[in-house]
């Protein structure tokens, strides 16, 4: 038996995951962080110091009646692979691993959290074949709208280069911020979703593109001038969604026409809407990971700190 630890402290999810590389089996735990009703997020330090408070929990109840015995760590260290790429909250997830392979003496690994959003979205969606040649991907969450280029990587498996993405508000944000300003629970993405469905006759909006790239900031100001209005909020919801399906849908067009017929991947937390599902499936295929592989989920990261041990 050879079991990888996966640790990944994002901006509101506490996570952690073993991974069997006799069985495939993936074990995964992960609470979100607490985040005050009416409020749009955390503070840094407050979403440091919810991490530090949860970690132990997290791995208490991953352990719970497994005696399994750990050969590698791995965690997310940091959001992209771009220079300058920083957030503290993943302090707590790679300090920890760093801890903890001092202790087990364990080699420790560190990954990107974008690369490990597009590792679980290949190890859910059952093609992890894809990671040795080129592909494409999104990576749409809440602090992100990425349209990337993955290559091969010898020493982290995968690389990922920006290629598209928002200019301003990511698609995660608007889902946020317009299901708090309906009155919803943050984060309010599978809530949102429900509202949405309770809509019919919304027309899909256009899309701002500038090539590859998309503007979404607009959208957030058109909800609040409806909710103004009085328009019902399921029809606002439903807009919301449907401005973020335009955009995606334009940028992967924009893609396919860049760079041809490559494989196609849809990852992160906004890819688990059942509504832009249906509809880039219908209209470009691609694949995509069950829910509990596109929210945020240190899944990836332990797939991977077992891929290049």
Same mark, same amino acid.
């Given at each position: 038996?050879?079991?990888?630890?996966?640790?990944?402290?994002?901006? #509101?999810?506490?996570?952690?995951?073993?991974?069997?590389?006799?069985?495939?089996?993936?074990?995964?735990?992960?609470?979100?962080?607490?985040?005050?009703?009416?409020?749009?997020?955390?503070?840094?330090?407050?979403?440091?110091?919810?991490?530090?408070?949860?970690?132990?929990?997290?791995?208490?109840?991953? #352990?719970?009646?497994?005696?399994?015995?750990?050969?590698?760590?791995?965690?997310?260290?940091?959001?992209?692979?771009?220079?300058?790429? #920083?957030?503290? =909250?993943?302090?707590?997830?790679?300090?920890?691993?760093?801890?903890?392979?001092?202790?087990?003496?364990?080699?420790?690994?560190?990954?990107?959290?974008?690369?490990?959003?597009?590792?679980?979205?290949?190890?859910?969606?059952? =093609?992890?074949?894809?990671?040795?040649?080129?592909?494409?991907?999104?990576?749409?969450?809440?602090?992100?709208?990425?349209?990337?280029?993955?290559?091969?990587?010898?020493?982290?498996?995968?690389?990922?280069?920006?290629?598209?993405?928002?200019?301003?508000?990511?698609?995660?944000?608007?889902?946020?911020?317009?299901?708090?300003?309906?009155?919803?629970?943050?984060?309010?993405?599978?809530?949102?979703?429900?509202?949405?469905?309770?809509?019919?006759?919304?027309?899909?909006?256009?899309?701002?593109?500038?090539?590859?790239? =998309?503007?979404?900031?607009?959208?957030?100001?058109?909800?609040?001038?409806?909710?103004?209005?009085?328009?019902?909020?399921?029809?606002?919801?439903?807009?919301?969604?449907?401005?973020?399906?335009?955009?995606?849908?334009?940028?992967?067009?924009?893609?396919?026409?860049? #760079?041809?017929?490559?494989?196609?991947?849809?990852?992160?937390?906004?890819?688990?809407?059942?509504?832009?599902?249906?509809?880039?499936?219908?209209?470009?295929?691609?694949?995509?990971?069950?829910?509990?592989?596109?929210?945020?989920?240190?899944?990836?990261?332990?797939?991977?700190?077992?891929?290049?041990?």
């Amino acid at each position: 038996m050879s079991c990888f630890l996966g640790l990944d402290t994002s901006n #509101y999810t506490t996570s952690a995951a073993l991974y069997d590389t006799e069985t495939g089996q993936m074990i995964q735990v992960k609470r979100l962080l607490p985040v005050r009703q009416g409020e749009r997020g955390l503070r840094q330090s407050d979403a440091l110091f919810h991490h530090v408070r949860q970690l132990p929990d997290i791995l208490e109840a991953l #352990y719970a009646g497994e005696e399994l015995p750990v050969d590698g760590i791995a965690a997310s260290d940091r959001p992209r692979e771009a220079e300058g790429s #920083y957030m503290p =909250c993943f302090l707590a997830g790679s300090g920890a691993a760093r801890q903890l392979g001092t202790a087990l003496h364990r080699p420790v690994r560190f990954f990107t959290h974008q690369q490990g959003h597009v590792a679980a979205a290949l190890f859910g969606a059952g =093609c992890t074949e894809w990671a040795g040649a080129p592909f494409l991907a999104f990576h749409v969450s809440g602090g992100t709208t990425d349209a990337l280029l993955v290559r091969p990587d010898r020493e982290r498996l995968l690389t990922c280069e920006t290629v598209g993405g928002s200019l301003d508000l990511k698609a995660g944000q608007l889902i946020d911020r317009v299901g708090v300003m309906l009155g919803l629970s943050f984060p309010a993405g599978p809530a949102l979703e429900a509202l949405a469905a309770g809509a019919d006759g919304v027309k899909e909006p256009r899309a701002v593109l500038r090539g590859s790239d =998309c503007h979404l900031s607009g959208v957030e100001n058109q909800c609040r001038t409806m909710l103004d209005k009085g328009v019902p909020p399921a029809e606002i919801a439903r807009f919301c969604l449907l401005s973020v399906l335009a955009a995606i849908d334009g940028m992967t067009a924009a893609l396919r026409r860049t #760079y041809g017929p490559l494989p196609l991947l849809y990852a992160g937390g906004v890819m688990a809407n059942r509504l832009l599902r249906a509809e880039l499936e219908k209209r470009h295929g691609g694949r995509f990971a069950p829910p509990e592989y596109s929210a945020d989920n240190a899944a990836g990261i332990a797939w991977l700190g077992a891929m290049t041990a």
